[in-house]
């Protein structure tokens, strides 16, 4: 069933990646899912100081996302992306032996950087492991691999929480670390072009200029603009349950049926929607409906608020289906500009860079959604709704522009 979907690359460094990215994220949704628990109910700090420490370390990985870009360039994708897994791993074991604040936020600082290095070095050791192959298929067929991941980690930490004593959380954090571990295990077996890029030669070659993401203008306007459109994300994993749960009379337990049937149709639907957004035209058309199609979504979220239980969980199910459609051709279209628009030489940089947006947006997203739609009900959701459509088609424009 799996190799008929094509949810899997076929065999080679790809299809070992993808496995590692699924042992990888399985600990990624252990460690979602408990993590904030461990700290606050185990270790016994704050919520408060363990956003703190969370911030900081995001912030100061997003600041340094193009150093491991670079990196990438210079060492090779898969060395810098195994280091990376390796800080990962050890920095979740040492949270496991945490007692106080400092000791945690100086952990939580080296986690929030190997966090932001991993997301910015992949892209690079795709298309390193692609070889001329269609990237645009492959990191779709990861992504697959990163929501079944994620589910499957979810679950297993349901034990935990249901258990809920500080020792099942400990468990939470330490499986994370050794999964980290495994998946650094399996991609070091993984061949790879890993052939350096040297560029560093006369700085006025036209080459080396657009070696340098945050020189090329063009390039940081489609990223900014993509940035904004990877809003939806924080709509899904942020608004929707605070939504859902407070201004609506839906069943809490919708919101549980409704990630499953997201996960369920981007896992089917992601590897099959990305064949659309095979060109840099395509994929800035794909990203203006998947806008229009986000603008439509907020529009029916909006609806819910006055509807009985039965009704809003029905209004709330097509709104899955909705959203579902825009983050499948958001994703596509974000692949194909991400590779397409930089410079084969030089993907580590220009990777990290891109990944700036997303990861920006990621660290705003929950303030920006509180004050404008949570707070403003069906007007904040009319305001959301422009928001996509404008910023999809700014996407669609700054592509365009980017590619000449």
């Not at 499986?175 to 052939?195: H, K, M």
């Not at 070659?205 to 939806?232: C, F, M, W």
């Not at 349950?241 to 049937?261: N, R």
Request: include cysteine; charged fraction near 10%.
């Amino acid at each position: 069933m799996i190799s008929r979907l094509q949810l899997l690359p076929p065999p080679g460094g790809l299809r070992r990646f993808a496995v590692a990215n699924l042992v990888n994220t399985v600990g990624s949704g252990l460690y979602i899912t408990g993590g904030t628990l461990y700290f606050t109910r185990a270790v016994g700090l704050s919520v408060g100081q363990t956003a703190l420490g969370m911030t900081l370390g995001t912030g100061l990985g997003l600041a340094l996302m193009m150093v491991f870009g670079r990196l990438a360039d210079r060492f090779g994708p898969k060395l810098v992306y195994l280091g990376l897994l390796v800080a990962q791993a050890l920095a979740m074991a040492a949270f496991t032996q945490v007692g106080s604040f400092p000791g945690f936020l100086t952990v939580a600082i080296v986690s929030g950087i190997a966090d932001r290095g991993i997301a910015g070095t992949a892209g690079a050791l795709i298309h390193a492991m692609s070889g001329g192959g269609n990237r645009v298929t492959a990191r779709a067929q990861l992504r697959t691999a990163t929501n079944v991941g994620l589910a499957l980690g979810t679950l297993i930490a349901g034990v935990a929480l249901t258990v809920d004593t500080a020792s099942a959380y400990t468990c939470v954090v330490a499986g994370n670390s050794l999964l980290f571990l495994v998946a650094a295990v399996l991609l070091s077996g993984a061949r790879v072009d890993d052939r350096r890029t040297q560029h560093a030669e006369d700085p006025a070659k036209p080459e080396v200029q657009r070696a340098r993401p945050l020189r090329d203008i063009r390039y940081l306007a489609v990223t900014a603009a993509n940035g904004l459109l990877s809003l939806h994300a924080a709509v899904l994993s942020f608004a929707l349950p605070l939504w859902v749960a407070d201004h609506t009379a839906a069943p809490k337990w919708g919101i549980a049926v409704i990630l499953v049937l997201n996960t369920v149709l981007v896992v089917l639907l992601q590897v099959r929607t990305s064949r659309y957004a095979a060109t840099v035209p395509q994929a800035g058309r794909m990203a203006w409906r998947a806008g229009a199609i986000f603008a439509l979504a907020a529009l029916v979220m909006a609806g819910t608020g006055k509807l009985g239980a039965g009704p809003a969980l029905a209004v709330l199910l097509l709104w899955a289906l909705v959203y579902t459609a825009g983050e499948l051709m958001q994703s596509s279209a974000e692949f194909c500009i991400g590779f397409d628009l930089a410079p084969d030489h030089a993907q580590g940089a220009y990777q990290s860079a891109f990944a700036l947006g997303p990861g920006l947006m990621r660290a705003l997203a929950p303030s920006l959604l509180a004050l404008v739609v949570l707070q403003n009900g069906v007007g904040g959701w009319i305001v959301l709704a422009v928001f996509f459509v404008g910023s999809g088609a700014l996407v669609s424009l700054t592509a365009r522009w980017a590619q000449g």
